[in-house]
């Protein structure tokens, strides 16, 4: 069983930056993708981010080049630095894995409990 657990969402005004984290704890073996997916009120849960054992990474178009995704294999950890946030990026962001390991699908296997994120002035 893994257990994952989120943390640094909260309110941020529009252009702002905020970092999210994630630790995992159970069996993350190098075969196994981390990342970020949100869930936004009304609308389905969609990839943000996410990022092989060996550093490959896949975005979604709506956050290119403000988003980073990173990876701690030691710690069993995944970051989520957010830049230039906009009032639509305002949603639940939830860390998972995927033990299927393909970075070209999006087919989640464990999710964390979510952290809100909202962007407003």
């Known amino acids: 069983q893994v257990q994952l657990v989120e943390s640094g969402g909260g309110l941020v005004q529009p252009g702002g930056s905020l970092r999210l984290s994630c630790a995992a704890s159970?069996?993350?073996?190098?075969?196994?993708?981390m990342g970020w997916s949100r869930q936004a009120p009304g609308k389905e849960r969609e990839l943000v981010a996410a990022?092989?054992?060996?550093?490959?990474?896949k975005y979604s178009d709506s956050v290119k080049g403000r988003f980073t995704i990173s990876r701690d294999n030691a710690k069993n950890a995944v970051t989520l630095q957010m830049n230039s946030l906009k009032p639509e990026d305002t949603a639940v962001y939830y860390c998972?894995?995927?033990?299927?390991?393909?970075?070209?699908?999006?087919?989640?296997?464990?999710w964390g409990q979510g952290t809100q994120v909202t962007v407003s002035s």
């Open positions: 998972y894995v995927d033990y299927k390991g393909q970075l070209d699908y999006y087919r989640p296997d464990y």
């Open positions: 159970g069996v993350i073996n190098r075969f196994v993708l």
């Open positions: 990022i092989s054992y060996g550093g490959r990474t």
